[in-house]
């Protein structure tokens, strides 16, 4: 899709990050923008960023609601009369801990919102996208979706479901005029982290600073990565020094690669009841 002028493109958890950082991106490409967040103070902030580069409709919602999707998707075909991009890149992530810890409630709500918001997203806008002659989907899994990483495991899982969803939607669209794209961001210097539900503030303070220090990528960067691969169309998009090494280790020793993420990680230290 070399033209981005004028079309219209979704994207969901444009609050802040990746999302925020990629709707100022295609605004100054001329595209117009139907914007979502769960956090409508945030989702405000970056309609006021956008000022008036462009036309932009936002909704405040949680893409794990079905029907709040679904209306939102009919709600920008209704008001732009049709859409070229949709992306799905609302998503969180839970404190550090071990499987055997998580509740089952945590592993539903995570799935609730990065595993059904790209489900819901996808089957909602598809159509739509499919009525043009050219048209992008992009699903934001991580690199998390390639490697299984330890006290993760309601992320990862969601973040795999995600790859193996949008790798088989594009297998069945080989065909079609809409392009999927899964993109595997490594560690983004966004809010993630900080946004995460604990009572033990203190260590996700720790958490959050050497995760900013290990993450080598802006959102900027990122979001111009996802703006390139819309444009090429590609089919997987890796993000980041971090996500290449890993996706790399994953291929190259499928059955080893853990042993070094281990070295690297205290799991024995982390049981949190």
């Known amino acids: 899709m070399q033209q981005i002028k004028d079309k219209v ?9 990746i999302g925020r950082a990629l709707a100022m991106a295609l605004a100054k490409q001329g595209c117009k923008l139907a914007l979502n967040d769960w956090n409508g103070d945030s989702l405000a902030e970056t309609v006021q960023m956008l000022g008036d580069q462009t036309e932009v409709q936002s909704a405040t919602f949680d893409v794990g609601d079905r029907e709040s999707v679904y209306g939102f998707a009919q709600n920008v075909k209704d008001h732009f009369g049709r ?21 089952i409630e945590d592993y539903e709500r995570i799935m609730r919102v990065n595993m059904w918001g790209v489900i819901y997203g996808t089957k909602a806008f598809l159509p739509f996208l499919q009525e043009q002659p050219e048209a992008s989907l992009v699903n934001i899994s991580s690199i998390f979706g390639i490697v299984g990483q330890p006290l993760q495991g309601p992320y990862v899982a969601s973040k795999f479901a ?14 079609s005029s809409v392009a999927i794209t899964c993109v595997h961001p490594g560690g983004i210097r966004t809010n993630i982290i900080r946004n995460i539900e604990t ?7 720790k958490f959050a600073n050497a995760f900013d220090k290990m993450a080598g990528t802006s959102a900027e960067d990122a979001a111009a990565q996802i703006l390139n691969a819309i444009q090429k169309k590609k089919v997987r998009l890796l993000i980041g020094r971090d996500a290449k090494m890993m996706d790399l280790a994953a291929r190259l020793l499928p059955r080893t690669y853990d042993k070094l993420i281990y070295r690297n990680l205290d799991i024995e230290r982390i049981r949190i009841k």
């Open 83 to 103: 859409v070229d991009i949709v992306v799905n890149n609302a998503g969180f992530t839970l404190e550090q801990k071990r499987i055997e810890d998580i509740d």
């Open 9 to 17: 493109a979704v994207i969901t958890g444009a609050g802040s990050g």
């Open 199 to 205: 009572n033990q503030q203190a260590r996700l303070q």
């Open 162 to 175: 995600v790859r193996g969803f949008t790798e088989t939607l594009r297998n069945e669209l080989r065909k």
